[in-house]
């Protein structure tokens, strides 16, 4: 009989751990609030969820992120792993998801599926590009998701430590894509490779610098966001280009 007790009891663990799982597992890819309970000499957060603790990696952290033992965390439960006792759970502040449940959260018409982010790209703690695009087409995506004053993008900033946000509005058009995900630059002409999936990108000589950003940050968002590779010319340089494909198509040719 006690042997049967015994069972019985280990079932009950199991079948408790197994519920403890699931429930978590739930939630996986959402947005959860908890307590800094103890920072790890290797940078990693251990953060009070209530029901469990959850690990805050160093990698999965802002740049900007100075956590200290009482703090508030919000964060992406990115990933929950099934281990023995209980599950492990891993949180994230920097994956490109945290950002569009974010925009969610702070922005209603996105949660009543009027507007859809369609893309999202980050450098974490410095800079990311939203593409969005609105259900109806006499609705300002790009209005709504930034907000009166840019009130709702600055909230969702100040989450990110500052994080510059630009939005953009979607289009189905890659070469029309690409010029506006190159924004402030202003692109002339947009040369598309569609096996190598990349873009040869043409910018006045002055604005060279701006298409590219500051440590390349913005041509490579540019990139992430439409998963095209994309260079970027000045149009002397993009013309002088073409002029020695033509001249070497003629020699083929000849």
Excluded: C
């Excluded at 925009?103 to 599926?113: D, N």
């Excluded at 701006?210 to 013309?239: M, P, Q, R, Y």
């Amino acid at each position: 009989a006690y042997a049967a007790k015994e069972e019985f009891y280990k079932e009950l663990e199991k079948a408790e751990q197994e519920r403890g799982y699931l429930e978590f597992k739930e939630l996986e890819g959402e947005i959860v609030y908890g307590i800094v309970r103890k920072v790890l000499e290797n940078g990693d957060v251990r953060v009070d969820l209530g029901k469990i603790d959850a690990i805050l990696p160093k990698r999965e952290q802002l740049p900007t992120d100075n956590f200290k033992t009482g703090d508030k965390v919000k964060a992406l439960l990115l990933e929950v792993k099934k281990r023995r006792r209980e599950p492990v759970l891993i949180l994230s502040r920097t994956h490109p998801n945290f950002l569009r449940k974010l925009l969610e959260q702070e922005v209603p018409e996105i949660k009543e599926g009027l507007v859809e982010i369609k893309a999202v790209a980050r450098i974490p703690g410095e800079r990311a590009k939203v593409a969005v695009e609105a259900k109806e087409m006499k609705m300002d995506p790009v209005g709504i998701v930034v907000g009166l004053k840019g009130m709702r993008i600055q909230k969702v900033s100040e989450e990110l430590g500052g994080e510059k946000i630009d939005v953009i509005r979607w289009s189905d058009d890659i070469a029309e894509l690409i010029r506006r995900a190159l924004a402030p630059a202003h692109p002339q002409k947009i040369k598309l490779f569609p096996y190598e999936r990349r873009a040869e990108v043409a910018v006045p000589e002055e604005e060279l610098s701006l298409a590219i950003g500051k440590k390349g940050i913005n041509v490579k968002l540019a990139s992430k966001l439409t998963g095209w590779h994309i260079d970027v010319l000045s149009t002397k340089d993009f013309e002088k280009l073409e002029e020695l494909r033509k001249k070497e198509d003629e020699g083929e040719s000849s």
